[in-house]
């Protein structure tokens, strides 16, 4: 008996689970349900499409309704949306291109419509030079919105992933761009010093950011808008990047379950409250590998293997789906930013007892020509040493760590593990102990109490508490008089020994440097001479300026 199976939404997950389901069955009847003009395009390419890394828009659309019956055998029914599920009857009402309805029955139905961009109920959001940016026709309309002469400048709200693609994709078709974001930082599921990273390299390619206010109104007439705080800025051109809600008022309606993220609730196997309807992509509602907790987590990558999860699934196999880290990786013009499983502030909401490990480090051998520093954080349990997540920002290399650290997650592993995982290592890739391995030793340092750190956020709050430790600062001369931190006392490392006496034993003592390995020599220093409290700030100065809120001053 022929399996019949509907798939409503074609894109990341709709259109895997389409040609997964044809390669596990010749004789399955696979249907797919699209609203849109398109099937199976690649979004995350809209904004290099704009910015002009890819020169072709048909290099986005990665098949056609045609294509996909001629080679998977699977029919694609364009601009036609899901009305609704009968769930009983087991079949979905489909209103076609020219508004007739017609019964399409299933046996298995995969739900995979995805998002929809948010656009806020502010004044002047429907005028014309007003956009998002979700669909190929999106795209279309926003690169010939450029075109214009008129189009002088564009601002994006909203720091996020598409806002920040974008920025880089204004401003190399020479629009004048500013970021507005409503949260304190960019990015922010970042910690505050990687996310400042991400704002110097935007501002460092000329476009302004604006943190801590929203926009309260568009002006079209003036091709200005309003912002929270008063001002208002020129804008040509409006991007709304604000996030996207799932799709989920069909399955709503149908009485599927919802959970406390706004996703489909779903099993092991993603399978709905419905045994019979499957779900995947940005409308699920999934377990975090880290935290054991459901959220959502819209990503194309994650979408992708539960597409193919959830066909075959629905064609009699029994594959499991674990869960997500949300590992991304960003393009910040030259620079990358990536990320995986929590951040600093993610981990110590949930309740762990966190540590936090930050290296700056070239990218491979400091010898070979063209390395490139890049900062490195990993977080961890301090009871178990467990990883919890990592965070990296850098011209090169960046990816490829930070996808070390997703795939030791993945399996559960400590900083022993990343200590001593034996990585590849040539003079132009990487350095003889990798940039993963330093990271982790500085972070065993630190729960063996060996080289016990504290974090750039630890010191702030306690110098506005009244417990301001001794600073003190180990770096050249030359670096101390270009900034510091104020109060800070400068003893060079290589000095340290023959000044000790200068040092008082009676207080805590924080030592920093450049970026944390000269404080370590400095710490041990101390310690071996009977100096108790003391800790190195984890990443040193570069770390403590991106952190931002000390009072810094210079010679």
Known sequence: MKTRLVIIGSVAAGATAAARARRISEQAEITVIERGAYVSYANCGLPYYIGGDIEKRSSLLLQTPEGFDARYGVRVLLQSAAVTIDRAGRRVLVAGPSGEQTWLPYDKLILAQGGSPVT????????????????????????A?????????????????IGVEMAEAFRKRGLATTIVEQQPSLMFALDRDFSSLVARELERNEVRIITGASVQAILPDERRVVLSDGRREPADI???????????????AAGLAIGPSGGLVVNEFLQSSDPDIYVAGDIIETRHLVTGQGQ??????????????????????KLPYRGVLGTFAV?????????????EQ?????GFDIGTA??????????????????????????????????????????????????????????????????????PYSSANDPVNIAAFVGQNDISGFGALTTAEQLSASIASGRKPFLLDVRTLNEFERGRLKGA???????????????PRDVAIAVYCRGGYRAHLALRILKENGFASVVNVTGGYLTLDAFGGFEMEAS
């Open 120 to 143: 806020p109920p502010i004044p002047g959001a429907d005028a014309p030079h007003v956009f998002t940016l979700w669909t190929v026709p999106d795209m279309d309309r926003l690169h």
């Open 145 to 161: 919105a450029i075109d214009e002469p008129r189009a002088q400048s564009a601002l994006i709200v909203g720091g996020g992933f």
């Open 238 to 252: 409006v991007l709304f990047a604000v996030g996207a809600r799932p799709e989920v008022a069909l399955a709503k």
């Open 296 to 317: 959502r987590m819209p990503l194309a990558g994650p979408a992708n293997r539960q597409g193919r999860i959830a066909a075959s699934n629905a064609l009699g196999m």
């Open 331 to 343: 393009k910040v013009f030259d620079a990358t930013v990536a990320m995986t499983g929590l951040s």
């Open 346 to 350: 993610a981990a110590r909401k949930v």
């Open 358 to 427: 930050v290296i700056h480090k070239e990218h491979h051998a400091s010898y070979y020509p063209g390395a490139h520093e890049m900062t490195l954080k990993l977080v961890y349990d301090r009871k178990t040493a467990r990883l919890l997540g990592g965070q990296a920002f850098g011209r090169a290399g960046v990816e490829k760590r930070v996808d070390v650290l997703a795939a030791a997650l993945h399996a559960g592993q400590t900083l022993h593990d990343l200590a001593e995982i034996d990585l590849s290592y040539a003079p």
């Open 489 to 503: 006392v400068n003893i060079p490392v290589d000095q340290l020994r023959y000044a000790l006496e200068s040092i």
